[in-house]
């Protein structure tokens, strides 16, 4: 059995209002959710309290999509809906982070 593929996107933003929080969690909500072999997916904010020294506090957005194999996370990087998002998201980012992994 293959292992499921953990991609975790965390966005930094130009406007880190609640309003261009809230825009962009609705899109990934709108652009990101449900492609084929997604098995879990969730978009939040960063939580303002856990500020203890080992908490990455360098984002505004987290997103959390867990894929059931590589071939669905590959197919989801080139779907239009991701390009879409990409489009209509990119000029609030100041930086984006991508971690990728395998879980089990």
């Not at 996107?9 to 084929?36: E, M, N, R």
């Not at 303002?48 to 080992?54: A, G, I, K």
Request: with cysteine.
């Amino acid at each position: 059995m293959n292992p499921h593929l953990a991609h975790m996107v965390y966005f930094t933003l130009h406007d880190a209002s609640p309003a261009a929080q809230q825009k962009l969690i609705d899109d990934c909500h709108k652009y990101l959710k449900g492609h084929p072999g997604e098995v879990y997916f969730s978009a939040g904010t960063l939580v303002p309290d856990l500020d203890r020294p080992v908490n990455d506090r360098a984002f505004h957005v987290s997103l959390h999509v867990v894929f059931d194999s590589r071939k669905a996370q590959d197919d989801y990087q080139v779907a239009p809906r991701h390009t879409q998002f990409i489009e209509a998201n990119k000029p609030n980012w100041k930086q984006v982070r991508v971690f990728d992994s395998y879980v089990g």
